[in-house]
């Protein structure tokens, strides 16, 4: 059967040029204060979140990773709301200011499994696949 009511238009998160500066110094740095500065610089920049996820999730802090992940996708379904998202329709990981979202939710879903919230993971990882199937396959190795 097909669907004939058309997609909502993707939405594109606006770039914040401040916000992405003091997380180029942070990855310069390699520091876990460099990190968490930008975070609490640009509270809203969910790369920094996303980042500091990462790095949580490879020191196999999974508590950190999921607390920093959650606060990351919190943050980004508020700018995707701002930016006119009704809770549906693509979000494009080819826009770059859209990665920091989709990596919080990413590493949300694998944090939640590590911690055994099995629904949560999935749930988070068919999001991910709904936002972008090519989000999913592009973090899929991380």
């Known amino acids: 059967m097909q669907n004939l009511l058309p997609e909502p238009p993707a939405t594109l998160l606006p770039g914040d040029p401040a916000a992405e500066a003091a997380l180029a110094q942070a990855e310069q740095a390699q520091t876990d204060e460099a990190y968490a500065a930008a975070a609490a610089q640009f509270p809203t920049f969910s790369a920094a979140w996303a980042a500091l996820a990462a790095r949580a999730f490879a020191a196999g802090q999974v508590v950190q990773t999921y607390a ?3 606060t990351g996708y919190h943050r980004g379904l508020d700018q ?59 973090l899929a190795g991380s």
């Not at 494009?92 to 939640?112: E, K, T, V, Y």
């Not at 499994?113 to 090519?134: H, N, T, V, Y």
């Open 68 to 70: 920093f992940a959650r």
């Open 80 to 138: 995707l709301r701002r930016s006119g998202w009704k809770g549906h329709g693509p979000v494009p990981w080819a826009h770059g200011p859209n990665r920091g979202f989709l990596r919080c939710l990413h590493l949300l879903s694998r944090a939640a499994g590590e911690i055994g919230e099995s629904d949560e993971a999935a749930r988070c990882a068919q999001f991910l696949r709904d936002c972008d199937p090519a989000a999913g396959d592009a």
